[in-house]
């Protein structure tokens, strides 16, 4: 997989995965094109066009496109497979995911990604597995944030044990008279 792109139906990029090194000026011009040629086809029409010297691969699942170019000795249906995983495993993850939830999480998005796809290919095929990885990284987060929060949060409670007024009689050392 050369790369993979969210897009919405109104053509607003949402996430980007490139397994390619491509410049900036590259990337932008390439996910205009096919944003644009993707959101023109009708929905009855194949998922797969050839575009360029790549095929690619895309499927709709309610407001979002899942877009991947792939080479042109790749499998087009298991890249659909792919997608539909990716899809499975946000799903799991966020509770039947949203394009809200793609925005508002989009590092947890690209984890999840990171996870099930390593340079453009599948690294881990069980979802199990995947969603293991994350809920011990969230895990391992927690606990960071945690002991960030832990030593103030500690100097915070030595103070609660001190009085807030001391009313303990004080003690004057004077001089015996001689």
């Not at 929905?43 to 499927?59: G, N, Q």
Request: overall charge positive.
């Amino acid at each position: 997989m050369q790369f993979m792109l969210l897009f919405s139906r109104q053509g607003k990029l949402r996430l980007q995965k490139w397994y390619v090194p491509l410049s900036d000026k590259e990337k932008k011009k390439i996910t205009r094109e096919l944003v644009q040629t993707v959101l023109a086809r009708k929905p009855k029409m194949c998922s797969f066009l050839e575009w360029r010297d790549l095929k690619i691969v895309y499927k709709r699942y309610a407001s979002l496109y899942f877009c991947c170019a792939i080479e042109d000795q790749d499998n087009e249906l298991i890249t659909l497979e792919i997608i539909h995983r990716y899809v499975e495993l946000l799903d799991k993850y966020f509770g039947s995911v949203c394009e809200l939830d793609i925005i508002f999480n989009f590092e947890k998005a690209y984890f999840i990604l990171d996870e099930f796809l390593l340079g453009g290919e599948a690294q881990e095929t069980s979802k199990k597995n995947v969603l293991k990885a994350i809920e011990q990284a969230d895990l391992l987060q927690e606990v960071r944030h945690m002991k960030q929060r832990l030593p103030a949060a500690s100097s915070r409670r030595s103070d609660l044990h001190k009085p807030l007024r001391d009313d303990r009689p004080k003690h004057t050392h004077t001089q015996p008279d001689h």
